[in-house]
């Protein structure tokens, strides 16, 4: 034939033998991998196990801090006797009714100081606890007005030593 010396196959050497065994001819290497890509079901073996599977991670149920003593306090009532010689954390009246008379001097709000030592009430919160200011009239015969200044600044005085308190506990 014509074109039978053209049309010869070519020599063929086998491919000298790599480093690495060759169980998957089929798949491509990788720069990255020697080994090929390998389906991430497939078995372990000794130079190339499997992907490293990140855990999924459980959500862990929501709580709430473990409450501190004074938390407790008021889940679990104390059988131990109130201790008497606990600091009351709000002003006396004197000192307050001292202060609120340098804001509103025409108020005469010391006359009053006297009048509040007769029915033994001496921090704040016993007027605070009084709620209304008919029931600070009624109790202390100060006038309306001045019962009403009197109740707003001491709710006031109160919110804030509650929130004073909250801070440094």
């Keep these: 034939m014509f074109f039978k010396n053209s049309h010869r196959p070519a020599p063929s050497t086998p491919a000298p033998p790599g480093p690495f065994p060759s169980f998957a001819p089929y798949l491509a290497m990788n720069p990255m991998n ?4 390998m389906p991430p079901w497939g078995m372990p073996f000794p130079g190339n196990p499997t992907i490293p599977v990140t855990p999924t991670p459980v ?8 409450p501190g ?6 889940v679990f009532p104390s059988s131990d006797p109130p201790d008497m010689g606990m600091i ?7 000192d307050f009714l001292h202060e609120l008379d340098g804001y509103q001097p025409r108020r005469h709000l010391l006359d009053y100081v006297d009048k509040f030592n007769d029915l033994d009430f001496y921090n704040i919160d016993e007027i605070g606890n009084l709620k209304t200011p008919q029931a600070l009239v009624d109790t202390a015969g100060i006038s309306l007005g001045n019962a009403t200044y009197i109740l707003t600044q001491v709710k006031a005085e ?12």
């Design 34 to 37: 020697p080994y090929g890509f």
């Design 69 to 74: 003593p004074s938390k407790l306090a008021a």
């Design 59 to 66: 959500p862990q149920p929501r709580s709430s801090p473990a």
């Design 88 to 94: 009351n954390p709000y002003p006396e009246i004197t």
């Design 158 to 169: 109160m919110k804030r030593v509650d929130r004073a308190r909250r801070l440094t506990a």
